[in-house]
């Protein structure tokens, strides 16, 4: 049974950003109302009415896993750890996007599954891709095609993004190896609730899991979770570690830690959720205070990453182009477009970080360390940066 929570109200596709503002155009824009619930017996935490993922992928879809050095040097790292722990003669990976995982291996071993077409026919050149969506129609498709199962399953921010968990498992136990181990990341519920950072929560991430409610699902499955990597991606991840439920891994210490952690934050209790919520509209109209003072002064602002969280930040605190000037995106594809629902433009840091700018909004707060370090110059000449998280601040 699933209970409501939090409602961020009505919100656009995060990643659907308009080319023009033209009437069409805005009379076209799908909005839909992301509310957020907790199963009281499961403990998942989902979007609660979830968007149809045909309208979410399609061959427009602009996220560029490999437009961030944090995200390229982490999946470099990982791909070598896996490969040296698990030793797999056969990798998939569900969600390949640009194939910035998949580079660091043999493409005769690989087979990579990406329903954007756009992203599809990027790692198409190197890797046997299937452009289509993770399924148990798609997995029987995989094995005949193979004929053989997998040892390696990756998948890094794309299961919290399919509805269906129930065809999702089940296919997934049909290409898995029995010495197999299927890899998920994906953000984390402790982190989120601890950093109260509600813009994790946006059309595409369906679910927000924790170790507990991860556990819980995976046994109706017959796989079984026995390790865990605490990860800084994304703002604070999870990195599950699943195998077959007769498969000799055992649960690890870390892994056994992680759940009492979980349960002494009381993740699995709807009342933290309520509390969350509170705190929720807190940081809003923190947030909005900070920029009607900074406006007050005459000040310019802007906005550091077009992101997806971003998105729910700015339409949940109905922030627009009156208050912030323009966003800048390193993302060729993001450039020169406009932010979903709140209609800001995008424009390439190259031209929009300058002189001029007095507050930079960080939108992408999760990459806060390597932009702080990019900024460096800036920052000494009296740019400011402003975060919304755990607290809204001036950095
Ligand atoms: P993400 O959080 O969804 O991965 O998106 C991060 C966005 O931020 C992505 O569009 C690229 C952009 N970005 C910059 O514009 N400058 C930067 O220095 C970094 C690290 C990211």
């Known amino acids: 049974m699933r209970k409501i929570f939090l409602n961020l109200g009505k919100q ?21 109302n992301l509310k957020i619930s907790f199963d009281i017996y499961s403990y998942l935490v989902s979007v609660h009415t ?3 993922p045909k309208r979410q992928y399609t061959n427009k879809y602009a996220h560029r896993a490999s437009e961030s050095k944090t995200m390229r040097n982490a999946f470099k790292k990982i791909a070598y750890k896996l490969n040296k722990k698990f030793k797999p003669n056969l990798i998939m990976e569900i969600g390949s996007n640009d194939g910035v ?13 990406e329903p954007c077409k756009n992203l599809a026919k990027l790692t198409r050149k190197k890797f046997k891709t299937f452009p289509e969506f993770w399924n148990i129609k798609l997995s029987k498709k995989i094995l005949k095609y193979k004929n053989n199962k997998f040892d390696l399953i990756f998948s890094a921010n794309t299961i919290s993004h399919i509805p269906n968990l129930k ?18 990341e994906d953000p984390s519920l402790l982190s989120v609730i601890q950093n109260n950072s509600y813009d994790q929560f946006y059309d595409e991430h369906v679910y927000v899991f924790s170790a507990i409610a991860m556990q819980n699902i995976l046994k109706k499955f017959n796989l079984r ?8 991606t994304h703002g604070g991840s999870l990195r599950y570690y699943i195998c077959k439920n007769n498969s000799k891994y055992k649960s690890t210490s870390k892994l056994i830690n992680f759940i009492k952690l979980e349960k002494k934050n009381k993740l699995n209790k709807f009342l933290t959720y309520k509390k969350f919520a509170i705190k929720v509209e807190k940081s809003k109209n923190q947030l909005k205070e900070l920029i ?3 406006k007050l002064k005459n000040k310019k602002i802007i906005s550091y990453g077009a992101t997806y969280k971003s998105t729910t930040v700015f339409n949940y605190c109905k922030i627009n182009s009156n208050l912030f000037d323009y966003v800048t995106d390193t993302t060729k594809n993001k450039q020169g477009k406009f932010t ?4 800001i433009p995008i424009i390439s840091p190259k031209i929009g970080i300058n002189n001029t700018v007095d507050y930079a909004f960080l939108g992408a707060w999760n990459f806060k360390r390597e932009i702080l370090n990019k900024e460096k110059q800036n920052i000494k000449r009296g740019l400011k940066f402003i975060s919304h998280v755990p607290k809204t601040h001036i950095i």
Do not use: C, Q, W
Not at 12 to 17: D, E, I, Y
Not at 167 to 184: C, K, P, Q, Y
Not at 340 to 343: A, D, Q, Y
């Open 340 to 343: 979903p629902g709140t209609h």
């Open 292 to 294: 009607k003072k900074i």
């Open 12 to 32: 656009p596709l995060a990643n659907s950003f308009l080319n023009d503002l033209s009437k069409k155009t805005l009379k076209n824009e799908f909005f839909y």
């Open 225 to 232: 979770l026995f390790d865990i990597d605490i990860i800084s």
């Open 101 to 113: 995982f998949l580079k660091n291996f043999s493409p005769k071993k690989v087979v990579a599954v």
């Open 50 to 52: 979830p968007v149809n």
């Open 167 to 184: 065809e999702t498992f089940l296919a997934i136990n049909n290409v898995l190896s029995d010495r197999g181990v299927m890899i998920i």
